[in-house]
């Protein structure tokens, strides 16, 4: 059983899949991480032996933020945009979309949230 920042990974998966079970890491990355150690991305967890586990666990701690330090990354990074008054902060106060997509056609339940309505159905 690999523990990897808390989270327990799942032994029966291949490793591609189950490292991108930690929040930071996609599929590319999993990919990424096996190709740097030599590993087949089939190989599953419950195949690895302890200094392949070791490995891994060094790998990602050296090169990834994960988990919650990257969350904490992320919401630090939010609340900049809201405080500098930009327009992309305004649009994360106000639960709008914020990377330029229609709002007219699209988006109605963050629409109806600002203004006032219930999503009640």
């Avoid at 740097?36 to 090169?63: C, M, S, Y």
């Avoid at 994960?66 to 990074?77: P, S, V």
Wanted: include cysteine.
């Amino acid at each position: 059983m690999l523990i990897i920042f808390g989270v327990t990974l799942p032994k029966r998966k291949k490793i591609e899949y189950a490292l991108s079970k930690l929040y930071g890491i996609g599929r590319n990355s999993a990919i990424r991480i096996c190709k740097d150690l030599g590993f087949a991305p089939e190989l599953k967890i419950e195949d690895l032996t302890e200094e392949q586990e070791f490995n891994i666990l060094i790998k990602i701690k050296e090169e990834y933020r994960l988990e919650n330090n990257l969350r904490e990354e992320i919401k630090g990074n939010i609340q900049r945009y809201i405080s500098n008054g930009s327009i992309r902060g305004f649009r994360h106060k106000n639960k709008l979309p914020v990377r330029g997509q229609r709002t007219k056609s699209n988006a109605k339940t963050p629409r109806r949230v600002v203004m006032g309505m219930s999503i009640k159905k």
